[in-house]
């Protein structure tokens, strides 16, 4: 059974740099059946796509963030990792990795509460 699970610290300061892992068990990231994303949700509002690494370790990023997102990915510890650049308490939200197959968000993480606070 494919598992997602986030890790990485619950708090960020503004300004700095927020970093997630997402550890993906039971299938290859490199696997030309999937591509993996990173979505979030602030708190009472909906849910964000912030961008996905497909199988050859290419990118794409939403408009609204590209130009603070970077998504990379580890093949030997079958991870990929989300880095959101000068962060603002706007930027507070559970972050969820999700694997995507065709236009479906079919296998999500549990979700990781990131809190931007000095």
């Known amino acids: 059974q494919v598992q997602l699970q986030e890790s990485g610290p619950g708090l960020v300061k503004p300004s700095q740099t927020l970093s997630l892992t997402c550890t993906v068990s039971?299938?290859?990231?490199?696997?030309?059946?999937?591509?993996w994303s990173w979505i979030r949700q602030p708190p009472g509002k909906g849910l964000e796509w912030m961008g996905v690494?497909?199988?050859?370790?290419?990118?794409y990023y939403s408009p609204d963030l590209k130009s603070r997102t970077s998504i990379s990915r580890d093949t030997s510890k079958n991870q990929f990792s989300l880095q959101l650049y000068s962060v603002t308490p706007e930027d507070t939200a559970v972050y969820y990795c999700?694997?995507?197959?065709?236009?479906?968000?079919?296998?999500w993480g549990q979700g990781t509460l990131v809190t931007v606070s000095s």
């Open positions: 039971d299938v290859s990231i490199t696997s030309s059946d999937y591509a």
């Open positions: 690494i497909a199988y050859d370790g290419s990118t």
């Open positions: 999700t694997r995507r197959r065709k236009l479906a968000f079919e296998v």
